[in-house]
């Protein structure tokens, strides 16, 4: 009876789409990109964080969100480190003085040292929370989305670039993981595991895991036919390459646009959906010439759409909200002025908590008393 209960348990279990959780995850980081607001930016972590928690898998890259958050700490000491010993002294409430050291001339406007302002110290610390924020919603993707599931979702015609997009992407989580095993391992030993001492032992493991699991990959990319290509002409191959290029261009410079205040209204959204237009349309022709099959691809159902469009909306919100609300989104310095809290923004990141209800439940292992082996094992292509 409790084996039945369970099967049934896993009917509607199964792993969701990689692409869904990156357009919610990069979503998040648009947002992000609009403010300096430290309220709302510590509002969209805490809509990370929760979200992992509630829906990461029991997997060793599900494992990396913890270091995103430490690199965003340091990233924020660095900021203000910066800000402290070599930039300007902006503002006039004076913290403290550190000793000065006179620089020369060609060396005017860097300074090393002396008067340090409150209002120089936000600034920095503004500046830096905004960057770690965005890295940490990077880890949040990295630690709900599979690699080999994103990997295999990619178009055809971008899977060579996606290849290296993926690997760039998993760096991280992989690097987490290997560490982690090998400092289990010095630990069971009896051996070192923090210091100068730990880091040199370590690094030699690391880097031989990370070169076996490249040659892995090679083989198992090779064995499967990887690069078959259908002909076609160079007329067209042309022609695609340059559509696609010219599409990646304008959306660049549509994101550019999104993110920098004051830049002209045609550069910012008009550009960016011509440039994917372009891109799609470029990748649609070019499809036709690969010849890849997928096993058991993954579905993108309503949770997906859910999932992503959250994303969607949350960046949505914060464009509306900077142009309603400006100076609630951009919290001043100069004076030093408490931040304000913008009611749409808010609005936006609790749609954003919407993968922690509607995201299916995760395929789970389950051990019967006569069965010593899980029932339901995940192979991954």
Same mark, same amino acid.
């Given at each position: 009876?409790?084996?039945?209960?369970?099967?049934?348990?896993?009917?509607?279990?199964?792993?969701?789409?990689?692409?869904?959780?990156?357009?919610?995850?990069?979503?998040?980081?648009?947002?992000?990109?609009?403010?300096?607001?430290?309220?709302?930016?510590?509002?969209?972590?805490?809509?990370?964080?929760?979200?992992?928690?509630?829906?990461?898998?029991?997997?060793?890259?599900?494992?990396?969100?913890?270091?995103?958050?430490?690199?965003?700490?340091?990233?924020?000491?660095?900021?203000?480190?910066?800000?402290?010993?070599?930039?300007?002294?902006?503002?006039?409430?004076?913290?403290?003085?550190?000793?000065?050291?006179?620089?020369?001339?060609?060396?005017?406007?860097?300074?090393?040292?002396?008067?340090?302002?409150?209002?120089?110290?936000?600034?920095?610390?503004?500046?830096?929370?905004?960057?770690?924020?965005?890295?940490?919603?990077?880890?949040?993707?990295?630690?709900?989305?599979?690699?080999?599931?994103?990997?295999?979702?990619?178009?055809?015609?971008?899977?060579?670039?996606?290849?290296?997009?993926?690997?760039?992407?998993?760096?991280?989580?992989?690097?987490?993981?290997?560490?982690?095993?090998?400092?289990?391992?010095?630990?069971?030993?009896?051996?070192?595991?923090?210091?100068?001492?730990?880091?040199?032992?370590?690094?030699?493991?690391?880097?031989?895991?990370?070169?076996?699991?490249?040659?892995?990959?090679?083989?198992?990319?090779?064995?499967?036919?990887?690069?078959?290509?259908?002909?076609?002409?160079?007329?067209?191959?042309?022609?695609?390459?340059?559509?696609?290029?010219?599409? %990646?261009?304008? !959306?660049?410079?549509? *994101?550019?646009? /999104? +993110? =920098?205040?004051?830049? #002209?209204?045609?550069?910012? &959204? $008009? @550009?960016?959906?011509?440039?994917?237009?372009?891109?799609?349309?470029?990748?649609?022709?070019?499809?036709?010439?690969?010849?890849?099959?997928?096993?058991?691809?993954?579905?993108?159902?309503?949770?997906?759409?859910?999932?992503?469009?959250?994303?969607?909306?949350?960046?949505?919100?914060?464009?509306?909200?900077?142009?309603?609300?400006?100076?609630?989104?951009?919290?001043?310095?100069?004076?030093?002025?408490?931040?304000?809290?913008?009611?749409?923004?808010? %609005?936006?990141? !609790?749609?954003?908590? *919407?993968?922690? /209800? +509607? =995201?299916?439940?995760? #395929?789970?292992?389950?051990? &019967? $008393? @006569?069965?010593?082996?899980?029932?339901?094992?995940?192979?991954?292509?």
């Amino acid at each position: 009876m409790k084996a039945a209960l369970a099967c049934g348990n896993l009917a509607h279990a199964r792993w969701l789409h990689p692409g869904a959780w990156w357009v919610w995850a990069l979503g998040l980081a648009a947002a992000a990109s609009r403010t300096l607001n430290p309220i709302v930016l510590a509002l969209i972590i805490a809509v990370a964080a929760v979200v992992v928690a509630a829906r990461k898998p029991d997997a060793p890259w599900a494992r990396s969100f913890v270091f995103f958050i430490k690199l965003g700490i340091a990233i924020i000491v660095i900021r203000v480190g910066i800000q402290i010993l070599f930039a300007a002294a902006l503002g006039t409430t004076t913290l403290f003085t550190l000793p000065s050291i006179s620089l020369p001339s060609w060396m005017a406007g860097v300074r090393l040292g002396g008067v340090v302002t409150l209002e120089s110290i936000l600034i920095a610390f503004y500046d830096g929370l905004r960057l770690a924020t965005i890295i940490i919603c990077v880890g949040a993707a990295n630690s709900l989305a599979s690699p080999s599931r994103l990997l295999k979702s990619i178009p055809a015609a971008l899977y060579e670039v996606g290849v290296s997009v993926v690997v760039a992407l998993t760096f991280t989580p992989q690097l987490v993981a290997d560490v982690t095993r090998v400092q289990s391992a010095r630990h069971l030993r009896g051996r070192v595991t923090k210091g100068p001492r730990a880091i040199a032992g370590a690094a030699m493991p690391v880097l031989e895991g990370a070169l076996e699991r490249s040659v892995t990959l090679a083989a198992a990319m090779d064995s499967r036919g990887y690069g078959r290509r259908n002909t076609n002409s160079a007329s067209q191959q042309r022609l695609t390459a340059a559509l696609l290029i010219g599409g %990646l261009m304008c !959306a660049c410079f549509g *994101t550019y646009g /999104l +993110v =920098a205040s004051g830049s #002209p209204w045609f550069l910012s &959204t $008009p @550009t960016l959906a011509a440039g994917l237009i372009a891109s799609l349309i470029a990748i649609t022709w070019s499809a036709k010439t690969a010849i890849r099959s997928r096993y058991r691809p993954d579905p993108w159902w309503l949770p997906e759409w859910l999932i992503a469009l959250s994303g969607v909306f949350a960046v949505g919100t914060f464009i509306l909200a900077t142009w309603l609300a400006p100076f609630q989104m951009a919290t001043p310095s100069d004076p030093p002025t408490w931040p304000a809290l913008p009611i749409l923004a808010v %609005l936006g990141l !609790a749609i954003a908590l *919407t993968p922690a /209800l +509607v =995201a299916p439940p995760l #395929p789970r292992v389950f051990i &019967t $008393p @006569t069965q010593d082996l899980p029932t339901e094992i995940e192979v991954a292509a």
